[in-house]
T-cell receptor
């Protein structure tokens, strides 16, 4: 089976940096994706790591270490609008369905 | 480029009834996946359709069924509704083989009373 574990909640202040960790157990590995979901909204794709290392997209970066079955999402210069749930996800197989973690609810305080 | 759309946005049904949810995929995307998201949880994979055929299924009973049409739009049907079926139902489209980046619709909030 496959499972992804991430913290349930994180709180940070505006302008700060926050890191959301994700550890996974998969029978086969097809990369790690990150999605953002605001309350009442649709999940939106943030980033993908297929290989070890850091991927940077603006204020957001994502890191993967396949040897440690671990990844993280780094959010810099936090803004109030970053308050949302963040999900790590991995493909469930060659078919392409995603297996999601339970999500980390990020609250950004003034 | 048109994004993923779903209808209806909200739906209230009673136990034992049947429901059909609809999804139009993003232009050019040939693969549609359906997910169920309970409150405070991550989306759970129901099934995926590619070229009008089911291409993978999660741990959901047969009363969850679907269709994909030639224009890649899709339906999710749920029979004999149960209280636990109350959830947000999300449709996501992608290109075959590019499943790491899926484009989600806004979802249908189903409440079963």
């Amino acid at each position: 089976g496959q499972s992804l574990e991430q913290p349930s909640e994180v709180t940070a202040v505006e302008g700060a940096i926050v890191q959301i960790n994700c550890t996974y157990q998969t029978s086969g590995f097809y990369g790690l994706s990150w999605y953002q979901q605001h309350d009442g909204g649709a999940p939106t794709f943030l980033s993908y790591n297929g290989l070890d290392g850091l991927e940077e997209t603006g204020r957001f970066s994502s890191f993967l270490s396949r040897s440690d079955s671990y990844g993280y999402l780094l959010l810099q210069e936090l803004q109030m609008k970053d308050s949302a749930s963040y999900f790590c996800a991995s493909k469930g197989g060659s078919q392409g369905n995603l297996i999601f973690g339970k999500g980390t609810k990020l609250s950004v305080k003034p | 480029e048109t994004g993923v759309t779903q209808s209806p946005t909200h739906l209230i049904k009673t136990r034992g009834q049947q429901v059909t949810l609809r999804c139009s995929s993003q232009s050019g995307h040939n693969t549609v996946s359906w997910y169920q998201q309970a409150l405070g949880q991550g989306p759970q994979f129901i099934f995926q359709y590619y070229r009008e055929e089911e291409n993978g299924r999660g741990n959901f009973p047969p009363r969850f069924s679907g269709l994909q049409f030639p224009n890649y739009s899709s339906e999710l049907n749920v029979n004999a509704l149960e209280l636990d079926d109350s959830a947000l139902y999300l449709c996501a489209s992608s290109l075959k083989g590019a499943g790491n980046e899926q484009f989600f619709g806004p979802g249908t909030r189903l409440t079963v009373l």
